[in-house]
């Protein structure tokens, strides 16, 4: 120290050291805060789950949170090595050098992006928990009619199967296996198209209603009650996902729902070989 310098006040010293912790707080808040961001991910993953939600991508919660950490870190090194730069200087009784605003300006800028790229971030997903909440709640309602699913795709007396061809595709297939073996198309429903000239949206679907007078007689006569299912039935539709499933009565459940012979549920069990080949 030159003979003209004098040590600084004790004043700047506190000051100094005021600043100081000022910064170590807003490391260790940046520190607190990244912990909560990067620890919301998985509790927003918990929470659907247990609410039977849909579960939406959360991964970038995880990264903004450490993102944050580091910045908390950094800040706290960075202000410990101001602070000792800034007591040697009022040591040294240089109290005219102004004080850098790199470390507020950066702190400042570097809060200001990760906010918007949070923002950003909530904004997306809420728009793609939107756009699926459609699509989830008819699959969860798909699931709670069909109840558990057998490893054949029974469920509640109906079969369903999949097609690997469109909906029209299909339906024409099976037009021509009925043609083919003689079986009687007694009306295509097209669900789908009447919901269109109603000014509704619909996915494609179409009923087909078909039998052979000579097959469903004889059931009629042993069980009337099963002229209720009678003609036989395959719907052809498209889900939410655009996948295309053909349905139809199990055999067995209209055999034990209307009490039929056993020698006759071969008239009715023709509807699952069409069904496969119409999928085929």
Same mark, same amino acid.
């Given at each position: 120290?030159?003979?003209?310098?004098?040590?600084?006040?004790?004043?700047?010293?506190?000051?100094?050291?005021?600043?100081?912790?000022? /910064?170590?707080?807003?490391?260790?808040?940046?520190?607190?805060? @990244?912990?909560?961001? #990067?620890?919301?991910?998985? +509790?927003?993953?918990?929470?659907?789950?247990?609410?039977?939600?849909?579960?939406?991508?959360? @991964?970038?919660?995880? /990264?903004?949170?450490?993102?944050?950490?580091?910045?908390?870190?950094?800040? =706290?090194?960075?202000?410990?090595?101001?602070?000792?730069?800034?007591?040697?200087?009022?040591?040294?009784?240089?109290?005219?050098?102004?004080?850098?605003?790199?470390?507020?300006?950066?702190?400042?800028?570097?809060?200001?992006?990760?906010?918007?790229?949070?923002?950003?971030?909530?904004?997306?997903?809420?728009?793609?928990?939107?756009?699926?909440?459609?699509? +989830?709640?008819?699959?969860?309602?798909?699931?709670?009619?069909? @109840?558990?699913? @057998?490893?054949?795709?029974?469920?509640?007396?109906?079969? &369903?199967?999949?097609? =690997?061809?469109?909906?029209?595709?299909?339906?024409?297939? !099976?037009?021509?296996?009925?043609?083919?073996?003689?079986?009687?198309?007694?009306?295509?429903?097209?669900?789908?198209?009447?919901?269109?000239? #109603?000014?509704? &949206?619909?996915?494609?679907?179409?009923?087909?209603? +078909?039998? =052979?007078?000579?097959?469903?007689?004889?059931?009629?006569?042993?069980?009337?009650?099963?002229?209720?299912? !009678?003609?036989?039935?395959?719907?052809?539709?498209?889900?939410?996902?655009?996948?295309?499933?053909?349905?139809?009565?199990?055999?067995?459940?209209?055999?034990?729902?209307?009490?039929?012979?056993?020698?006759?549920?071969?008239?009715?069990?023709?509807?699952?070989?069409?069904?496969?080949?119409?999928?085929?």
């Amino acid at each position: 120290m030159s003979p003209t310098q004098t040590r600084a006040a004790l004043s700047d010293y506190l000051a100094a050291e005021r600043t100081f912790l000022a /910064w170590i707080r807003t490391g260790l808040a940046l520190m607190g805060f @990244g912990f909560v961001v #990067a620890r919301f991910g998985i +509790f927003l993953q918990e929470f659907q789950f247990a609410g039977n939600q849909h579960v939406l991508p959360t @991964g970038l919660s995880l /990264w903004f949170g450490t993102a944050l950490i580091v910045a908390g870190i950094v800040v =706290n090194l960075g202000s410990a090595w101001r602070h000792v730069r800034l007591v040697r200087e009022l040591d040294r009784g240089d109290t005219t050098s102004s004080r850098a605003l790199a470390q507020a300006v950066a702190t400042a800028l570097f809060l200001a992006l990760v906010g918007i790229a949070m923002a950003i971030y909530l904004v997306t997903v809420r728009d793609s928990a939107g756009s699926n909440s459609g699509n +989830f709640h008819s699959t969860k309602m798909e699931e709670e009619l069909m @109840g558990a699913e @057998g490893s054949k795709g029974v469920a509640n007396g109906i079969v &369903k199967k999949p097609s =690997n061809h469109s909906v029209d595709e299909t339906v024409a297939k !099976l037009k021509g296996i009925l043609e083919a073996k003689g079986v009687m198309l007694f009306a295509l429903v097209d669900h789908s198209g009447e919901a269109a000239k #109603a000014g509704l &949206k619909m996915p494609p679907t179409k009923l087909l209603i +078909f039998g =052979n007078p000579k097959g469903g007689t004889p059931l009629m006569l042993a069980a009337p009650s099963i002229a209720i299912d !009678l003609p036989l039935k395959i719907l052809v539709a498209e889900d939410a996902q655009g996948k295309v499933w053909l349905s139809y009565n199990s055999p067995e459940y209209l055999e034990e729902r209307h009490g039929l012979p056993q020698d006759l549920v071969q008239n009715i069990s023709v509807v699952e070989v069409l069904a496969a080949k119409a999928g085929e």
